[in-house]
Structures are given as structure tokens and as C-alpha cells.
């Protein structure tokens, strides 16, 4: 049963950059066909979804945060991180890791493992 | 920035059925993109329900079914039980700048 676990700094200052890591067990972080994932949810609010990495180090974003994010890989130790540079309080979210799942084509890919978040509040 | 609409609540008494509508447009659902399905229970993680419109994985229940058809896909939820009150989020690619994966707005089933 694979497992998802985020860490990093729950309060981060604004204009700062908030940093988290995945780290995956019970599973290699390089097999099989899957992608990386993080996505946030504000307090109240609906998800969404940050980016992903390939374990070949392959990146997306979304397009509203790709100025200011950065995902990278670190196959060694089955982890991924999040970067999120001067962050504001629109920032404050709970940030997931989260596992995609590829199929026949980009239509399938779906979220078949999750994190069980960790709350990240940005303030002075 | 959701792009998929979702009625923001639903309710029903125990054993009722209870339909949760996801509202998309051309760029994901309409251009037939699969739609899969999370639930969230309070103060959780969300959980895969349903993926690639109507699958479901391992260890969910049948009373949990999807469908799409169009621009718009339904989760429905027959013999509701308490449970099941929690936040339900529909999810698809989209081929806009509005990023590859967008989710619904979510809507919360309340069990009367």
C-alpha cells in the first residue's frame, strides 16, 4: 500500500518561499507509470491543483502559479518537494501530495493516492 | 479557479438516492476527457471514488456509481448512508490555459 507524507514549515512569512516534501513508502517512487502530484486547498475553499513531475525530472504547472513554483524529484531517498516563491496570504492553504495515476492517454490520469495534507499558513 | 460547476450542497434522509451533478465546457469535459470523482471526509484527505467516468476502485462501494454524458458527468449515491456526509469533488483534464487538471467546485452531501 503505497503512502504519501508531506513535511515542511507550517508558517511561512510573506514574499518568502514556502517548501514542502513528499516523502513515499511502500513503494518505489520510480516504478510504474505515475506522476507526482501537488495540490492545495484554502480553509473552506476547493482543490487545487499545483503541478507534477516525472521521476525523469518532466514537469507541468499551473499556468496561474507557474512563475513561482518549482517541483523537483529525488529519486534516492522516494521523495518529491514543492517550492512556492513570495508567497502571499492567498498562499495559506493545505498542501497535498498525491500520487497520478496515467493511462491510455492524459483523459485517465487521475489522483489515486493522497497525503494527508499539511496545513501552510503564510503570515509576519 | 474551478471550472467545473457543482451544485454547493445535496441532501437526503438515510437509504435515499442522492445525484451530484459536474458542470464542465468544451476544453474538458465536453471534449471528452474523462471525469473521475473524490470524496473528502471532514478533516481528511480527499479519497478516490471514481475514476475514468464510472470505475470504481477496490474497496468502494457499489452504491456509488458515475456517468457522463455531454459537457456534464453525475455521481450518484443510492441506499445513502450516514456515512457518507462529506464534501465530493469531480475532477478532469482540461486543454485550456486553465491548467491540465481542474476540479468541480465541490459540493457537501448532508445525510437528514
Known sequence: QVQLQESGPGLVKPSQTLSLTCTV???SISSGSYYWSWIRQPAGKGLEWIGRIYTSG???YNPSLKSRVTISVDTS??????????VTAADTAVYYCARLAQGYSSSWDHFDYWGQG???TVSS | QSVLTQPPSVSGAPGQRV???CTGSSSNIG???????????PGTAPKLLIYGNSNRPSGVP???SGSKSGTSASLAIT???AEDEADYYCQSYDSSLSGLYVFGTGTKVTVL
Open chain 1, 25 to 27: 513508502s511502500g513503494g
Open chain 2, 79 to 81: 441506499g445513502l448512508q
Open chain 2, 31 to 41: 471534449a471528452g476527457y474523462d471525469v473521475h470523482w473524490y470524496q473528502q471526509l
Open chain 1, 77 to 86: 531517498k522516494n521523495q518529491f518537494s514543492l517550492k512556492l516563491s513570495s
Open chain 1, 58 to 60: 518532466s514537469t507541468n
Open chain 2, 62 to 64: 457499489d452504491r456509488f
Open chain 2, 19 to 21: 445525484t451530484i451533478s
Open chain 1, 118 to 120: 499539511t496545513l501552510v
